[in-house]
């Protein structure tokens, strides 16, 4: 019986975290202490290692990132805009994104890191 339940639990999580919903393009990211999962109302522009933009897995030119940031952001004041940029990419990437994210007015923005404990060789 406590076998049972034990597979029903370990199948419910497997399933849940199937179903987790991720905006931005696959990246490897850096490494963090504080990592946390993602939150619900975000806008996640990713840098892949060739230096392409996306927002929201929409590939999208360096030159129309801040309007689509202003208009995404007065569409709703609260969105949080998450920098999710490949770990081999310069610095300077990542803070272009996160000025183009301030000048759009963004109240959060955040740095897209994978916790330790999730290293991948």
Do not use: W
Not at 19 to 43: D, H
Not at 51 to 78: F, H, R, T, W
Not at 113 to 119: A, F, G, K, V, W
């Amino acid at each position: 019986m406590i076998d049972t339940i034990f597979f029903l639990l370990v199948f419910f999580m497997i399933i849940s975290l199937s179903m987790v919903n991720l905006k931005g393009k696959k990246v490897v990211l850096p490494e963090s202490e504080t990592a946390k999962g993602r939150p619900f109302n975000q806008l996640t522009v990713t840098v892949d290692k060739d230096g392409q933009y996306s927002v929201n897995q929409q590939n999208i030119a360096e030159k129309d990132l801040l309007p689509k940031l202003k208009e995404e952001i007065e569409s709703n004041p609260e969105t949080q805009v998450v920098v999710n940029c490949d770990k081999q990419l310069p610095v300077t990437y990542v803070l272009r994104v996160f000025d183009y994210a301030k000048q759009a007015d963004a109240a959060h923005v955040m740095i897209a890191t994978s916790p330790r404990s999730l290293r991948t060789p």
